[in-house]
């Protein structure tokens, strides 16, 4: 959050909380503070003297100034008669000294007040310095910053934000931690990349150097193109002393972070929904292509797939008019036809648990088929035939 911002992140611990009120009526209450003691008095009436400020007009005249505190104050004072009756034959010197008895009367007032307020903010102190301490040690206003880091995608925040990068087929872990706070950081991938598809597993150590408590980090992995979606699962795991310092902050769904890799062999898309069902659809096939395509696709659950084509009239069934089983993290492949005359089409995916749930329960909606107990079913995605 920037100095400036003046909002409130919605994502604050409760003893982040606790820290910004106590700041706040500090920073309120120390407005009111007025010289109470022989000392105070002292530097206040030296920098006065250093610095002699011309009074205006209105506080020139003892006897004005002195007729409008006890008018001002006539309610509670009881002296706006007693203003109003001043002989002209008093003289400046005498009427200057009962001003100045007025206005030590209301000084006193004020700081009987500033003294109660005084002792309120000693109290609020005692509470604020050991949190205040804590996350100076601690360094908890941001322990983790990943490459990107903005008010959209604040690192504090793991359903927003945007702990990985890809290009291409790589994907890229970057950012810095406090080293006094995190001592390692661990990546999941689920499936891996291998053939058996075991889970990928990165422990990143962090290095604590002399005088720095800074510490940057780099992880980079490369996806396969298999059309099968991954999951990336981010844990940043802090040192067990800082832990016990600040469990709430420290807790551990505010330091994992889960991100969907679709891993396609034109490139990885990053942050994809979290779908059991996913379908690479090409833009354009060829001509050649039009009877049959070989749509390839990946479920993270076991079942069917019914893929269906759409030429202008009406879906159609591929594979033979029958769904496909599908086993969980492993690729698929679906034969599909585009027949002519049509040049574009449309081709959506339903993920069902039974062969039977297609038979059984197929309905219309608009112009999508729907299936009551379909597990998943993809968007719509078009699809153009080239070179005719």
């Known amino acids: 959050m920037s100095a400036s911002s003046g909002k409130i992140p919605d994502d604050l611990s409760p003893s982040d909380l606790k820290l910004l009120r106590l700041?706040?009526?500090?920073?309120?209450?120390?407005?009111?503070?007025?010289?109470?003691?022989?000392e105070e008095v002292a530097r206040a009436e030296a920098e006065l003297a250093e610095h002699p400020i011309e009074l205006p007009l209105s506080l020139r005249d003892p006897r004005a100034v002195f007729a409008r505190l006890t008018v001002k104050n006539s309610r509670s004072w009881g002296l706006g008669a007693l203003a109003r009756r001043i002989p002209r034959s008093v003289t400046l010197k005498a009427l200057a000294a009962a001003a100045v008895l007025v206005a030590l009367g209301l000084f006193m007032r004020d700081a009987a007040i500033a003294q109660r307020q005084q002792r309120e903010i000693e109290s609020l102190t005692a509470q604020l310095m050991p949190l205040l301490q804590e996350r100076r040690r601690l360094h908890l206003d941001r322990h983790v910053t990943f490459e990107v880091d903005d008010e959209r995608h604040p690192a504090t925040d793991p359903a927003r934000a945007r702990p990985l990068l890809v290009a291409g087929q790589e994907v890229y872990l970057k950012g810095a931690v406090a080293a006094s706070v995190i001592q390692s950081i661990k990546v999941r991938v689920v499936p891996g990349a291998g053939p058996e598809g075991d889970p990928y597993e990165k422990d990143i150590e962090i290095l604590r150097r002399a005088g720095e408590d800074v510490s940057p980090f780099s992880w980079n992995w490369t996806a396969p193109g298999d059309a099968r979606m991954r999951k990336v699962i981010i844990k940043l795991v802090p040192y067990p002393e800082a832990l016990a310092a600040a469990p709430e902050d420290l807790r551990e769904d505010r330091l994992t972070y889960r991100v969907n890799l679709d891993c396609r062999d034109t490139g990885v898309v990053g942050y994809v929904p979290d779908r059991k069902l996913s379908l690479a659809v090409p833009k354009s096939i060829k001509a050649s292509q039009r009877d049959d395509y070989q749509l390839?696709?990946?479920?993270?659950?076991?079942?069917?797939?019914?893929?269906?084509v759409h030429n202008g009239t009406g879906w159609t069934l591929q594979n033979g008019g029958r769904p496909q089983r599908v086993r969980a993290n492993q690729p698929f492949s679906i034969p599909c036809q585009f027949g002519e005359p049509a040049k574009v089409f449309r081709v959506i995916g339903i993920l069902v648990a039974a062969e039977s749930d297609w038979k059984e329960g197929v309905q219309q909606e608009g112009d999508f088929p729907v299936i009551d107990r379909q597990l998943d079913r993809t968007d719509s995605a078009e699809v153009v035939v080239e070179g005719e």
Do not use: I, Y
Request: hydrophobic share 45%; charged share 30%.
């Open 23 to 38: 700041l706040a009526e500090v920073r309120l209450r120390e407005v009111l503070r007025f010289p109470e003691t022989p």
């Open 296 to 308: 390839t696709g990946s479920a993270r659950v076991d079942g069917f797939v019914c893929a269906l």
